[in-house]
Antibody
Framework: QVQLVQSGAEVKKPGASVKVSCKTS????????IHWVRQAPGEGLEWMGW????????TLAQKFQGRVTMTSDTSISTAYMELKGLTSDDMAFYYC??????????????WGQGTLVTVSS | DVVLTQTPLSSPVTLGQPASLSCRSS???????????LSWLQQRPGQPPRLLIY???TRVSGVPDRFNGSGAGTDFTLKISRVEADDVGIYYC?????????FGQGTKVEI
C-alpha cells in the first residue's frame, strides 16, 4: 500500500537550517508531485509548495521562495524539504502529502506522519 | 490568494445529532475545466489530516456515508448526518482551483 514515512523530530537553533525527508513506497514515485504542508502547534494548515520527482521541478508559495529548497532522490523514492534561516515562527509540524490514489483531483489523499521542527536557542 | 472562511470555528455537537460545517470562498472555485476543486479533510488529535470529500461532493472510498459534501461556486457545506464519538476533530476545507492551494482555518467538532 501507499506509504509516506517522514524523518524524525528536529530541534534547531534560530538561524539554522533543517532538512526533512519523506520516504515513499507502494506507488511509482516519479508519477506524482510531492507537496509540503506545515502546521504550527494548535494552528491551521499552510501549503508550502510541491516538487515533481520526475524532473525535479518545484513550485513554491511566494512566502517560502528563497528560503525553502525541495529536492528528490528517485533512486530511493524520497523527497526532501530544506528550510533555511529558521525562526520561532517556523516551529511546526511539517507534512509531505500527495494525490496518489486520486490523481488529477487536486487533493492530498496520502500524507506522511508529520515531522515536528522545534526552534529554540 | 483565495481565502476560505469556515464557520463556525467550533461546533459542540450531541452524539447522534447532525452537524453542518460551512466553507465560503473569496472567489469562485469552479475551474475552467468545469471541475470544482474543493475538498474536505478531517484531522483527529495527534494525526495528519485525512481526506473525506473531493470535488465538493465526492466521498472518498471507505468514508462513512454519514459524511456528505455539497456546494458550488463560493459556498460549500460538509454535513455529518449523525455525529459519532469517532468524528471529534478539526475539519478543514481546501481549494486547488487557484494557485496557491489554500486551506480554511478549520472547524473544531467536539462533543
Amino acid at each position: 500500500q501507499v506509504q509516506l514515512v517522514q524523518s524524525g523530530a528536529e530541534v534547531k537553533k534560530p538561524g539554522a537550517s533543517v532538512k526533512v525527508s519523506c520516504k515513499t513506497s507502494g506507488y511509482r514515485f516519479t508519477g506524482h508531485h510531492i507537496h509540503w504542508v506545515r502546521q504550527a502547534p494548535g494552528e491551521g494548515l499552510e501549503w508550502m509548495g510541491w516538487i515533481n520527482p520526475n524532473n525535479g521541478g518545484t513550485t513554491l508559495a511566494q512566502k517560502f521562495q528563497g528560503r525553502v529548497t525541495m529536492t528528490s532522490d528517485t533512486s530511493i523514492s524520497t523527497a526532501y524539504m530544506e528550510l533555511k534561516g529558521l525562526t520561532s515562527d517556523d516551529m511546526a509540524f511539517y507534512y509531505c502529502a500527495s494525490g496518489i490514489l486520486l490523481t488529477g483531483a487536486g487533493v492530498f489523499d496520502s500524507w506522511g506522519q508529520g515531522t515536528l521542527v522545534t526552534v529554540s536557542s | 490568494d483565495v481565502v476560505l472562511t469556515q464557520t463556525p470555528l467550533s461546533s459542540p455537537v450531541t452524539l447522534g445529532q447532525p452537524a453542518s460545517l460551512s466553507c465560503r470562498s473569496s472567489q469562485s472555485l469552479e475551474h475552467s475545466d468545469g471541475n470544482t476543486y474543493l475538498s474536505w479533510l478531517q484531522q483527529r488529535p495527534g494525526q495528519p489530516p485525512r481526506l473525506l470529500i473531493y470535488k465538493s461532493s465526492t466521498r472518498v472510498s471507505g468514508v462513512p456515508d454519514r459524511f456528505n459534501g455539497s456546494g458550488a461556486g463560493t459556498d460549500f457545506t460538509l454535513k455529518i448526518s449523525r455525529v459519532e464519538a469517532d468524528d471529534v476533530g478539526i475539519y478543514y476545507c481546501m481549494q486547488a482551483t487557484q494557485f496557491p492551494r489554500t486551506f480554511g482555518q478549520g472547524t473544531k467538532v467536539e462533543i
